[in-house]
């Protein structure tokens, strides 16, 4: 097709494959005569070549001699670069003159320091403002750009001053970790006073003037602005859509000659021509750093450091300077913690750089020791501990439990073996946070296997760079439930793995680049679930060893894989080497040559296995190889990825929460509840600045209830959640209690109320059913004689619980949701352990009613047979992702006789049971059922484990599940029975799709959104949450 046709079949009805022909033909041109005409810089000339081309769609119409199109373009482009430059050239002026007004404003605001560093990060200002999320980039331009008071921002916004407050310095946290990431050091404060001094410099009146008249038509345009043609005006506004255009749904050309991407538009005068949208699922999803509300918040901050803390430099003497050998001090720290009696659980570590030539070793020789302890440094950007010790050392020996170590920088500067290992005495209920690994083979460390197990661990927001074996490791069959949220994985070997080793974790909303093996790599079996993660430029996502006859139940969803670099001769991105089962849902792999092996790719060594996909997007012409001959493969709905965009960018997880300096209430050590309670009262009166009531290092009897007023916005802190802050009930029925609606929050502390039949209820939050009601708990303990977590009476609120524990929950709906109304309440819980023991009385550990919405996911039980699950009522209950060991029961049989650990009788509402395992846990669903549908789905039950589902009027599907046996073959599938129809299977996983975990965000007024992180609530009842 010569330029002529190609020109007439684009001018009659918009043809892209028209367009595409012109762009191919002479892309290659257009570009090196934009590209010379601008001084050789790639980048403009790239964009100055898109313009040309929807200079030309926009005049189509225009062009009288078709067969000289050539020059045309040529003629165009020229036009094009002279505009483009002389706009440079002002530009520059402009920069020049606001420079020279900036440093007057600014004269006398920084120290000379302070002024080179601003110079050398202004550059770069606008891309840091850009980079921000939505609501923190509007609060950030309305304040220190426009110099408008918070006030006047949050009336603009419809938040509260707290509100902007908050995304004010999550903003400026955010803009000085992207200033850091190219070189420029300075403080959130200094970003802060640059801003305003920005917001100083006056625009020209002439300019001003200009606009207004320009806007009203009282004055002419500017000759210069006169004279660029109305195609070129135009050209301005497409180029800030290009990307919108690629992403949105207008038809892609690519030049593939020059890589110019421009979005086909409709000749002039014509109806828009009818055109195929873009799939579905083919946009690439946001971000994982958006993937929350975009006013989301963590639940931690950073307030310290508070009084009782023990001061690294003070107290101890080290150094800090880089230069010095900071070990003794740091160690002679580290055994200040170590004794249960211990005055400071503490640690704080000033900003520095702490050089260390041994092992750091935090020991528990004894059980109490090291117990409930806290390492918390100023700021991981600005506080490092470096290794300087011999090749294949352990920079930190962490053998604490219950303990928290945070907003620290390990690097093993090349020589480390292990930056953090945890061990070798059993440890649980830690957390890692806000920490940098770099420059070591392993970041973190789970045990050996010669030693005992580390579980229950929750790593939020740590970086894991250049780490040349693995970002985490775990070797131990007891190193179980690492929870990974929000992480960076960076140029690693592998990012998490437990190979070679063992032990089981799962990683969600994370964000791994560039790893030269695996992102997942699992070695030994297990459960394991990555959600809603984002990998670019890796080897692999996932990836199994091969061999093992029996499976793992693996979860993978809602991750997005661009650009990985699978093996030639290989080609998978998702490798799946035994028999399952693995469930993938909504997951999107893009950017694959298109000549590319099929990505995923699914067998094992007893030649079957389980696979169900759903609604994943996939580019590639064949997304699926199946190895072995009997593998079971449900596939629903997986269609194609669109291509990546050229320049498309990831952002990184949440940096650590800033320092925030909030008014703080010291509390003497020890002190009653009457002393507690005037705090408190006094906090209280400062709604709006969220102040601090501190409870230091101690026991503090209760006599009657501490009470959190309406509307309070106080924090309660303590020191840690065991053996550090106690509040020990002395006659208080409950403890706390928090009046709704509130936006309070408790924060490391412990409350023991009485774990028995006359005790008392450690936390009660009440009237918390407002519509936007939020309550989130993170790293919660919720201990009962009855229940550790009671949630009675929700129509509205959402109650979220990350990296939990608990020992039984009891979820009953509202008056609505009792007359099966679909209500907005729900409870989940992503990711935690529990158990109850056999001289526990009879609630069982999960127990939904009158229409109550509980989501399960990746938790493990250990515990008494009579306890986990009995489902008698109405409502609905998905649990997906698991391990269920209960005890033997002598005697038991599932089909006849006692009630079975996991049983369902009369229930009315969805069950969803999916990805588990269970030893020893036998299940039924018992009697007629009507109003029931379940779907059990990769349900694996061990030997001697019973199964068996009574002949009923319910709808019940089993699908893709397996029996793991004692003897060769170890795993054999379980047929399918029941409704397995794909409508049946989509409506099962409904819950599962649509509710993925999200922090908190601003609520709106009157609204309850109440936090808790890392509580431990032990008593009749741990935890009630009530509509009234």
Known sequence: MDDAAALARFRADGSPEAFRVLVDRHAPMVYAACRRGLGGDAARAEDAAQAVFVVL?????????????????????????????????????????????????????????????????????????????????????MHYLEGRPQREVAAALGCSEEAVKKRLAYG???????????????????????????????????????????????????????????????????????????????????????????????????????????????????PVANAAASEAVETDEFNGPLAGWLDLRKDFGAAGDGKADDTDALQKALDALRPQDAKQKVLYLPPGTYRVTRTLRALREKHAESTGITLVGEDPARTTIRWDGPADGVLVQWGAWYSKFSRLTLDGAGKAKVALYFGDAFSTANEVSDCVFQNAAVGIQAGRNETQGQAECAVLRCRFLRCSQAGFLTQNWNSLDWWFWRCLFEDCRRGATNEPGCGNFHVYESVFRRSTDADVFIGNLGYFSCVRNVSVGSRMFFSTGWGHSQGAQVTLQANVILSPRPLEDKGAVLFL?????????????????????????????????????????????????????????????????????????????????????????????????????????????????????????????IDKPLVLPPGSDVQLVGDGLHNATKLEGAGADPVIRIAGPSRAAVRNLEIAAGSRADGATAILVENADQPGARIHVEQGKGLGYGYGFELDGLDEA???????????????????????????????????????????????????????????????YEGNPEHFLHLTDAGEFAYVGGHVATAKAKGHNVAEGAVAPVEVAGFRGRVLLSQISANNAHLRVRGENPGLKMLLLGWTPYPDTGFHVDPGKGAVGVVGCRQNAKTAPASVPIPDAGRTDPAFVAEMLETLRTRLPALPAAQRPGATCVTFHRVMANGKTGFRIASR
């Open 57 to 141: 769609a926009r005049k189509a119409a225009s062009v009288r001699d078709a067969s000289a199109l050539g020059p045309w373009l040529f003629r165009t482009a020229g036009f094009v670069v002279r505009t483009m430059r002389r706009e440079e050239e002002r530009r520059r002026r402009r920069e020049v003159e606001a420079a020279a007004r900036l440093r007057r404003e600014r004269e006398g605001s920084m120290r000379p320091a302070e002024e080179a560093a601003w110079r050398r990060a202004l550059p770069h200002l606008n891309d840091a403002v850009a980079g921000l999320r939505a609501a923190q980039q509007a609060a950030v331009v």
């Open 172 to 286: 400026l946290a955010k803009m000085r970790a992207y200033f850091l990431r190219r070189g420029v050091a300075v403080t959130a404060a200094l970003v802060a006073v640059g801003m305003r001094a920005e917001a100083a410099v006056a625009a020209p009146a002439t300019l001003v003037s200009g606009c207004l008249a320009a806007v009203s038509g009282a004055g002419a345009a500017s000759g210069a602005l006169s004279a660029v043609p109305e195609g070129v005006l135009k050209m301005m506004f497409w180029a800030k859509l290009k990307t919108a255009a690629i992403l949105g749904g207008g038809a892609l050309l690519a030049a593939t000659g020059a890589g110019v991407a421009v979005a086909a538009m409709d000749a002039p005068g014509r109806k828009p021509a009818a055109r195929p949208p873009l799939l579905a699922q083919a946009a690439i999803p946001p």
């Open 577 to 701: 080497g035994n028999p399952g089962p693995f469930l993938l849902i909504d997951n999107v792999i893009a950017g694959l040559p298109p000549d590319a092996k099929p990505p995923v790719q699914m067998g094992s060594s007893i030649h079957n296995g389980e696979l169900v996909m759903v609604g994943n997007a996939i580019a590639a012409q064949s997304p699926v190889k199946i190895l072995s001959k009997d593998v079971r493969f449900v596939n629903l709905d997986t269609r194609a990825a669109a291509a990546v965009p050229a320049g498309a960018a990831v952002a990184d997880p949440a940096v650590a929460p800033p320092r925030v300096a909030r008014p703080v209430i010291e509390i003497p050590a020890g002190a009653k509840a009457e002393i507690i309670q005037q705090a408190i009262d006094a906090a209280s009166k400062e709604a709006g600045r969220r102040p601090v009531v501190h409870l230091p290092r101690g026991t503090y009897r």
């Open 798 to 860: 959402l109650v979220t619980l990350h990296n939990t524990d608990h020992n039984g929950m009891r979820v009953a709906g509202g008056p609505r949701s009792a007359k099966g109304a679909k209500t907005a309440a729900q409870v989940c819980l992503f990711q935690g352990a529990s158990s109850r023991g056999g001289g526990d009385p009879a609630p069982r550990i999960y127990q939904v009613e009158k229409g109550g919405r509980l989501l399960v996911r990746d938790t493990w």
